[in-house]
């Protein structure tokens, strides 16, 4: 996939969660939001909804099944959860079915 | 004030209680039970103004269908019996609350349970869920604080990605975010409904929107509506469904940029036709602006914005209309005619908690109002016209199967209502249950028709003073001497009571300058701003156009 298109698809899952959010602390739609670290708006159950509403919309792009949800990758500050841009650049990664 | 709202599952209901309290009641007071303490919440209730959401899972309440889930054998009645000890501990927690919603329970679209022999009585999964479910409405149904909502249609809605194992395991969240999207939508239009803010009358286009075609240009004869064509059909079913929303008491009315008399003959003559001008509360046809048409048809009809939806099939005029008339309920409307009908009763904006028999009946009232109407215009004066009209009016304290539509009435009343109280009919029973309180009733008639329960007072006596609690009336019969009529029988009530004053206090809302006005004009004197006083030694006369009948000994002889 094109980054255009992971970022896409990142936008959709924050929607999805922002909805959950209050207006204050819902996540904007720009690369440099930060998902998972210091700073992050998102608790635990905030972070398995975003992350599962990603995988289903994943899984529709690319015609299979997609797990991102990994403790230690979700627990990493520096990882490819860290902001927006860094987890559509990291999906851009996915192998297509 | 705003919505308070107490989940209680026996699941992680955080998600519900964020979309809640952050999306669709923007501003409620939302909390959650500690997880899976539903039966140590239901023996305790939060406070009494509160509405509670008990969300269940069906294996985790009811055992015996937990073994029939692991395909022990069913045993339908200890399962039942199960489900009515669930049900009385929750009539028994509503007792302490404003309102309880309990969604039914439901099965993940992968459980098969026996396959073909899901639905099979004795054996299956699916049919014991199922008569699980209707006892638990039928044990819940006279409890009228207390509504079972469809969760099943929560789940269709989400399809395939109703529940998803992964957020099962990893949070306890049974249910998708879709689920509980729906699930919220339903939960906020049910409050709102119960605050009696749901909407009563629609305003309906008409070329591309009741019929396919332009009238103006095609002539009744050249419509397409109804027949063999798939499109037509379309039209014609869409007809049906608004005609069923007024066997709901929601009112119809026309708002159309064409010639009237062009547009009022197919109305009258296409035989496809589901909706005739007698299904009408209204009509606005000519080449005016929308917007000022429907501000015109609302006062006419003495309803406010808020009341009523806009439905047209052009983006201009919808975006025009919304703008123009704060308030109106515009929704989005798809171009595609197979899709009207579905996306009409896709609306949550008239769900109410009860159906009256004045609702069922609203829709034959709109050809006897405008036969009523053009008698008026025949009369020489107002008073000649009010006697012609020969009022009756029955007037009873409260009664059980009167409870419902007074409750109705006591929460929608906007325009004559002294005090615009809002209680839920169990409040309003017990309100009324008050040796101190009366409550009456009035049901108004005349030779036209029935108008059934239209109107309340509500007395509170306390040292040989009656105070008007509740003053309401429908403003489909203001301005026919009900109003004086309701305070003659006020007044006759405190004197029979002993009471040597009646006292209305005012509380002036955005909406009820009429009662204000009334009240002015009234004969009560204004002894300080908004307050009015009747001296009871003086009987309040009774106008001479209305028979009053009174069945049940409220009012003297003397004052009859």
């Known amino acids: ?97 | 004030m705003a919505d308070r709202v107490h989940l209680v599952a026996d699941f992680n209901a955080e998600s519900l209680a964020r979309l809640l309290a952050n999306s669709v009641l923007v501003g409620a007071d939302v909390t959650t039970s500690p997880y899976g303490q539903v039966y140590q919440t239901l023996s305790a209730p939060p406070e009494p103004d509160w509405s509670v959401v008990i969300w269940t899972q069906p294996a985790a309440v009811v055992e015996h269908f937990r073994r029939a889930l692991d395909f022990e054998p069913v045993d339908l009645e200890r399962a039942l019996d199960e489900v009515r000890a669930y049900a009385e501990a929750i009539r028994r927690f509503a007792a302490g609350v404003r309102n309880v919603f309990v969604p039914t329970w439901t099965l993940p679209p992968f459980e098969r349970g026996y396959g073909m022999l899901d639905f099979r009585s004795g054996v299956g999964l699916a049919h014991l869920l199922a008569r699980m479910n209707l006892t638990l409405a039928e044990a819940l149904r006279d409890d009228p604080s207390v509504f079972v909502l469809d969760a099943q249609r929560w789940m269709n809605a989400a399809g395939a990605r109703a529940v998803s194992p992964k957020l099962w395991y990893a949070s306890k969240t049974p249910f998708s975010p879709t689920v509980f999207e729906h699930a919220a939508a339903d939960i906020a239009a049910a409050l709102a409904g119960l605050r009696g803010a749901a909407r009563r009358l629609v305003i309906l286009d008409l070329d591309n929107l009741l019929w396919d075609g332009v009238v103006g240009e095609l002539g009744w004869e050249g419509l397409n509506l109804g027949g063999h064509d798939f499109v037509g059909e379309a039209f014609a079913d869409f007809q049906r469904a608004l005609k069923g929303l007024t066997r709901r008491g929601i009112q119809l009315a026309v708002v159309s940029k064409n010639d009237e008399a062009v547009a009022l003959e197919a109305i009258d003559r296409h035989p496809e036709m589901q909706l005739r001008r007698a299904d009408l509360a209204g009509w606005r046809i000519n080449w005016l602006d929308k917007a000022q048409n429907i501000v015109e048809l609302l006062a006419d009809l003495k309803l406010g914005a808020e009341s009523a939806v806009f439905i047209d099939d052009s983006a201009i005029e919808r975006g025009r209309v919304r703008e123009a008339v704060p308030g109106i309920l515009v929704p989005d409307w798809p171009e595609d005619p197979t899709r009207f009908r579905e996306t009409l009763n896709s609306l949550r904006c008239f769900d109410t908690p009860f159906l009256t028999n004045e609702d069922r009946a609203r829709s034959g009232m709109y050809a006897a109002e405008r036969d009523r109407q053009a008698t008026f215009a025949a009369a020489t004066s107002l008073e000649e016209w009010l006697s012609s009209l020969n009022l009756t009016i029955g007037v009873e304290t409260l009664t059980p199967p009167s409870l419902e539509r007074a409750a109705q009435l006591l929460n929608k009343t906007n325009q004559m209502n002294l005090s615009t109280r809002r209680l839920t009919a169990v409040e309003l029973e017990a309100w009324a249950d008050d040796p101190r309180h009366t409550l009456l009733t009035f049901r108004v008639a005349d030779r036209f028709g029935d108008y059934g329960l239209t109107a309340i007072v509500g007395l509170t006596f306390a040292d040989r003073v009656g105070h008007l609690t509740d003053y309401l009336l429908s403003c489909r019969v203001m301005g026919r001497r009900v109003e004086e009529t309701m305070l003659h029988v006020a007044v006759a009530r405190c004197r029979a009571q002993g009471a040597r004053q009646l006292i209305a206090d005012f509380r002036s809302t955005p909406r009820n300058a009429p009662c204000l006005d009334f009240l002015r004009r009234s004969g009560l004197r204004e002894i300080e701003t908004h307050r009015f006083v009747w001296d009871a030694a003086v009987p309040y006369e009774r106008p001479r156009s209305v028979a009053l009948h009174d069945g049940s000994d409220l009012v003297t002889p003397a004052d009859r």
């Open chain 1, 1 to 97: 996939m094109e980054r255009d298109q992971t970022l896409r698809l990142v936008f959709e899952a924050i929607d999805q969660v922002n909805q959950q959010l209050p207006a204050a602390k819902r996540l904007a739609k720009r690369p440099d939001t930060v998902i998972v670290g210091p700073g992050g708006p998102l608790d635990s159950l905030g972070i398995v909804t975003f992350v599962i509403a990603l995988e289903e919309k994943l899984g529709d792009a690319l015609s299979r099944s997609v797990q991102l949800l990994d403790e230690s990758v979700l627990s990493d500050a520096e990882g490819p959860f860290h902001t927006v841009g860094s987890l559509a650049q990291y999906l851009v990664t996915l192998p297509v079915a």
